[in-house]
């Protein structure tokens, strides 16, 4: 009689990868598509979204942050504050409060489809002075050019 082996196949193995790897990258594709739109909605190209790096440079311009903030985001345990904050100016860029910013944080899958695709509008970079409580972007009238 053989001993008995609890080492698995390679068949094994590869079906328990794909019972993982199927599910992140369907939410992976979601959250990539919810950014795409809160990036359209700043103004910013919604391609952006996908290039890794330029996303974060590109988030930065939106809530109004200096670029040199990519360097704190290269470094550890200082990464992990900046970035908690650099969502929660997001979602003050929309007009939203922390409660969101901890589903943003939580629960991005979800939280960041729906700041791109719900009726929030961007307000302007939170991070760059206070916004105004009272504006209305669909009353807005911008000075005439000349």
Same mark, same amino acid.
């Given at each position: *009689?053989?001993?008995?082996?609890?080492?698995?196949?390679?068949?094994?193995?590869?079906?328990?990868?794909?019972?993982?790897?199927?599910?992140?990258?369907?939410?992976?594709?979601?959250?990539?598509?919810? *950014?795409?739109?809160?990036?359209?909605?700043?103004?910013?190209?919604?391609?952006?979204?996908?290039?890794? %790096?330029?996303?974060?440079?590109?988030?930065?311009?939106?809530?109004?942050?200096?670029?040199?903030?990519?360097?704190?985001?290269? %470094?550890?345990?200082?990464?992990?504050?900046?970035?908690?904050?650099?969502?929660?100016?997001?979602?003050?860029?929309?007009?939203?409060?922390?409660?969101?910013?901890?589903?943003?944080?939580?629960?991005?899958?979800?939280?960041?489809? %729906?700041?791109?695709?719900?009726?929030?509008?961007?307000?302007?970079?939170?991070?760059?002075?206070?916004?105004?409580?009272?504006?209305?972007?669909?009353?807005?009238?911008?000075?005439?050019?000349?």
């Amino acid at each position: *009689m053989e001993p008995y082996d609890s080492s698995i196949g390679a068949g094994e193995a590869s079906l328990l990868a794909a019972f993982f790897s199927i599910p992140a990258i369907i939410l992976w594709v979601i959250y990539i598509i919810g *950014m795409w739109k809160i990036f359209t909605k700043a103004g910013k190209p919604g391609w952006a979204a996908i290039i890794p %790096i330029y996303n974060i440079i590109v988030l930065l311009e939106i809530i109004g942050k200096p670029i040199w903030w990519l360097v704190l985001f290269l %470094i550890p345990c200082v990464n992990i504050v900046f970035a908690v904050w650099a969502i929660n100016l997001l979602s003050k860029s929309f007009g939203q409060s922390e409660g969101f910013t901890i589903g943003l944080l939580l629960l991005g899958f979800i939280f960041f489809p %729906i700041l791109g695709f719900g009726n929030y509008q961007y307000l302007g970079p939170a991070g760059a002075g206070p916004v105004t409580p009272n504006f209305d972007p669909n009353n807005y009238n911008p000075p005439p050019k000349y």
